[in-house]
C-alpha cells in the first residue's frame, strides 16, 4: 500500500494553468456503484470509476465476498449482482486501506448480513471515530465491537435489525448513508433525519436502481426488505478533486481552464458558491444530468480574490474542498474567516491544525480555531511543509507554489493516490511546475 512507499512533492513557484481535461471519477459515488451495483439483481455498468486506492479498496471488498467484478479497465466496471442475500463472508479480515467512506458505509451494509466480518484500515483510518456509526446501528440491533469507538470493527452479523428514527447529530453522507443501508435490511421503517443538507448520492443511486426513498425536506425515510435492479452508472468526475485546480487557476494570473464533465450535485457545490463570493471567475457550461446525477463543465479564469467570512450553510457542502479554499484564502486581500467546521478535524487528518501548520511555514498568517480558521491573506513564501499523509492537505498545497516566493517541498504525499491517480501529471500538464521523489 502507499503508505510504506511514501512520496515527496518538490513544487517550484509561479506558473497558470491552463487547459482543458477531465479529472478521476468521483470518490463518493464510485463507492456507490460497487455498493449497490454488487446488492443489485442483475449487471451494472459503471464508467468514469474512480481508479484510486480508497474506491479500489471497496471493489476489492465485494470481491472478496463471492461478488464477479470485471475490470476497471478505463474506468469501466461491470459488476454482476448477487442481489439483496447473495453476499458471503470474506475469508479473512477487509483491509479498507485509508477510507472512511468504505468503513462507515460497509458498517451499515454488513450489520444486516447473517455472517461477521472485520473491517481494519490504516494508521489514520484506525484512529477515526466510528461511534457515529455504531451507536445508530446498536439502537437498531447490530451487534459490532470495536476498538474503544474505533476500528477495528468486528461486525458480527446476524441480528434482526429494525428500522428506526435518527436524527443525525452532526451533517454526516457517511453516517446517514450508513443508517440507510442498514435499513435496506431492516425490518419496518428507517428515518435519517440531518441537520443539514450533505451530499445525497446514496439516496439517488438507490432511487436510481428502483428502491424507493422518499425525501421530505431534511428527512430520508426508507422501508426495509426492497431489492435492487442493476442499471448503467457514468460517474462524473470529482467536484472533489476539480477544486485544487479550480483553486489553481483562480489564485494565479493569467490562467484560463476548463474542467469538463465534472459533478455538480448542489450537495457537493459549496467550492462554486464560495470561490464566487470571494470574486472568482467561474462560469458552468453544458450542463445536463447523467445517470441521476447533474454535471457542467467549469471554466475559471484568473480574477483577484477578497478575504470572506464563509456562510455557514456552506460548509456541508464544500467539506472536503476547504483545505484548498485555504490557500484560496491565503492568496485573497484580507480576511477570511471559517466557523462552524469542527468536522474537519476528524478527517483523514486534523485539517484545520494541518493547513494552519503549513500555511505558518509558508509565512501566512492563520490561526487555527476550535471549529474553524482565521486566513489573512498575504505573500506565501517557500518552505518544507507535512501532508500528515492526507491527499487534500498535499494537493492544496501543491497549488499554493503557483503564487509562492520560493520552492515548497510536501512531505508524505503517497497517499494522493487514494483519490487522484495521476495527479503530478495532470498538474504539470496544466502549468504547475511539480516534481515526485520517493523518500
Ligand atoms: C463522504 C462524506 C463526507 C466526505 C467524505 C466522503 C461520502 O464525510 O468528507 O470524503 O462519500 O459519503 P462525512 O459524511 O463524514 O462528512
Redesign the pocket.
Known amino acids: 500500500m502507499s503508505s510504506e512507499l511514501n512520496k515527496k512533492y518538490i513544487v517550484q513557484p509561479g506558473g497558470k494553468l491552463q487547459g482543458k481535461f477531465r479529472v478521476p471519477g468521483d470518490?463518493?459515488i464510485s463507492?456507490r456503484s460497487i455498493m449497490l451495483g454488487s446488492l443489485a439483481e442483475g449487471t451494472t455498468q459503471v464508467s468514469g470509476f474512480l481508479e484510486g486506492e480508497d474506491a479500489l479498496a471497496t471493489l476489492a471488498t465485494f470481491r472478496a465476498m463471492g461478488v464477479e467484478i470485471e475490470g476497471p479497465e478505463n474506468g469501466n466496471v461491470t459488476i454482476h449482482g448477487v442481489g439483496m442475500h447473495g453476499l458471503k463472508a470474506a475469508d479473512k479480515d477487509i483491509y479498507l486501506g485509508n477510507s472512511?467512506?468504505s468503513i462507515r458505509l460497509l458498517s451499515g451494509l454488513l450489520a444486516g448480513q447473517n455472517f461477521e466480518s472485520t473491517l481494519t484500515g490504516d494508521t489514520s483510518l484506525s484512529g477515526r471515530p466510528m461511534r457515529r456509526v455504531t451507536d445508530p446501528l446498536a439502537e437498531m440491533g447490530a451487534s459490532i465491537d470495536s476498538n474503544e469507538g474505533k476500528p477495528p470493527l468486528k461486525i458480527n452479523g446476524g441480528s434482526k435489525l429494525k428500522g428506526i428514527n435518527y436524527v443525525l447529530p452532526m451533517?454526516?453522507?457517511?453516517?446517514k448513508?450508513c443508517v440507510l443501508l442498514a435499513g435496506l435490511y431492516a425490518e419496518g421503517t428507517t428515518t435519517v433525519k440531518e441537520p443539514a443538507p450533505?451530499?445525497d448520492?446514496t439516496e439517488r443511486m438507490l432511487q436510481g436502481m428502483g428502491y424507493k426513498v422518499e425525501v421530505d425536506g431534511d428527512t430520508v425515510t426508507i422501508e426495509g426488505g426492497g431489492k435492487l435492479t442493476a442499471t448503467s452508472i457514468d460517474v462524473p468526475a470529482d467536484i472533489s478533486s476539480a477544486t485544487f485546480f479550480m483553486v489553481g487557476a483562480a489564485i494565479s494570473e493569467d490562467s484560463d481552464l476548463t474542467l469538463t464533465h465534472v459533478g455538480i450535485n448542489p450537495t457537493r457545490i459549496g467550492v462554486i458558491n464560495i470561490l464566487r463570493l470571494m470574486g472568482a471567475d467561474i462560469t458552468l457550461s453544458n450542463e445536463r444530468v447523467t445517470g441521476g446525477e447533474p454535471v457542467a463543465d467549469i471554466r475559471v479564469k484568473y480574477a483577484p480574490l477578497k478575504g470572506i467570512d464563509i456562510p455557514e450553510e456552506q460548509v456541508p457542502l464544500a467539506?472536503?474542498e476547504f483545505p484548498a479554499l485555504f490557500v484560496a484564502a491565503a492568496c485573497a486581500d484580507g480576511k477570511t474567516v471559517l466557523t462552524g467546521a469542527e468536522?474537519l478535524r476528524v478527517?483523514e487528518s486534523d485539517r484545520i491544525q494541518a493547513m494552519a501548520d503549513g500555511l505558518e511555514i509558508l509565512g501566512v498568517d492563520a490561526k487555527a480555531t476550535p471549529d474553524g480558521i482565521i486566513i489573512h491573506g498575504g505573500p506565501i513564501g517557500s518552505g518544507e511543509v507535512e501532508s500528515h499523509g492526507d491527499h487534500r492537505i498535499a494537493m492544496s498545497f501543491a497549488m499554493a507554489g503557483l503564487q509562492a516566493g520560493g520552492t515548497i517541498q510536501i512531505n508524505d504525499c503517497a497517499n494522493v493516490a487514494t483519490s487522484f491517480p495521476n495527479f503530478v501529471g495532470l498538474a504539470s500538464d496544466a502549468g504547475l511546475e511539480i516534481d515526485e521523489l520517493d523518500d
Do not use: W
Not at 451533517?171 to 453516517?175: G, I, N, T
Open positions: 470518490k463518493s463507492h472512511g467512506t451533517a454526516s453522507a457517511q453516517v448513508s450533505t451530499r448520492h467539506i472536503d468536522e478527517k
